[in-house]
């Protein structure tokens, strides 16, 4: 019989991996709706997609901040660490803008296999910022995720060399891991706030400078793109919708997942991602996991 210390590390253990799970869901939630905006609409937006799930956070929790005391409002946070605020904001801006823009080049499925890239970003932040030391088998983990990301994108180079978007997959394959290198930088940043000023803050700040970059970004560069789009087609506004629900349920989950666990846990944890989006793929959109121009 499991002594009660046992039993209490086994309960802990259990819900970090269910709160991985979670996550794991949304993102393969908003996946799918960006490989389907792009593959099946050629909705290509990908900076404005995220605008809204910007503004949804700066509105929820900026209004939080806001409300608070003197010394811990809004004001006074700007003064004293806004532009920190400011440069996450861009690496987690231009990270939703590489990830989302490679689905119009590479697979849903590479691009969630590249998206652990994020790890060994995460873990050499850890190691130098947080100073969390790794064992051996950690490194060698890293290092296969390295070579297997790397193996990828050559796959992706030189498949099917008689399709016209073959050639181009390998563009896509090397935005999924420049996004996965900023998420890992954005992450790491999320833990050190989240655990010395609360989720509140840097939820309300990556939201309100979050949802004034991506608006500046997407008004210069895609609002020919944005006026294209068919609104009054409700299988595009389901997935934009859907997008953006997964989207901020998934920054709202992040900081408590993390506090309780850590950067590097949660993006070991995502890594289950992939099976989702095979899985959903499959089952639900009959997506072909073959390198034909139907796959995903």
């Not at 004293?80 to 990830?99: C, H, M, P, Q, T």
């Not at 060994?120 to 297997?148: D, E």
Request: aromatic share 12%.
């Amino acid at each position: 019989m499991p002594q009660p210390q046992q039993a209490t590390s086994l309960a802990s253990v259990g819900k970090a991996v269910a709160l991985g799970q979670w996550l794991s869901l949304l993102l393969c939630g908003m996946a799918v709706c960006s490989g389907g905006l792009q593959q099946w609409y050629h909705t290509q937006a990908p900076t404005a997609q995220s605008f809204v799930g910007y503004c949804l956070l700066g509105g929820i929790y900026g209004s939080i901040l806001a409300s608070r005391k003197e010394h811990q409002n809004i004001c006074s946070v700007l003064r004293s660490r806004g532009w920190k605020y400011f440069l996450v904001a861009v690496a987690d801006v231009e990270a939703n803008y590489l990830i989302i823009s490679a689905y119009r080049y590479t697979t849903v499925n590479s691009v969630q296999l590249l998206n652990g890239f994020s790890v060994p970003v995460v873990m050499l932040l850890s190691w130098t910022v947080l100073k969390v030391r790794f064992q051996a088998t950690h490194i060698c983990g890293v290092l296969l995720c390295i070579a297997g990301g790397g193996g990828l994108v050559a796959v992706d180079s030189f498949a099917n060399p008689s399709q016209d978007t073959a050639p181009r997959q390998w563009q896509g394959d090397i935005m999924t891991i420049g996004g996965a290198a900023l998420y890992g930088v954005s992450n790491v940043a999320q833990e050190v706030t989240v655990r010395s000023h609360g989720m509140v803050e840097f939820l309300g700040m990556i939201g309100l400078f979050g949802s004034f970059i991506n608006g500046v970004q997407f008004a210069i560069l895609e609002h020919h793109e944005v006026r294209g789009i068919d609104f009054s087609s409700y299988h595009i506004d389901l997935l934009l919708v859907s997008f953006v629900l997964c989207q901020f349920a998934l920054y709202s989950s992040m900081p408590v997942v993390i506090k309780y666990t850590s950067a590097t846990s949660v993006n070991l944890s995502i890594l289950s991602t992939n099976f989702y989006v095979l899985l959903f793929g499959l089952l639900l959109f009959k997506y072909q996991c073959s390198t034909d121009s139907h796959k995903l």
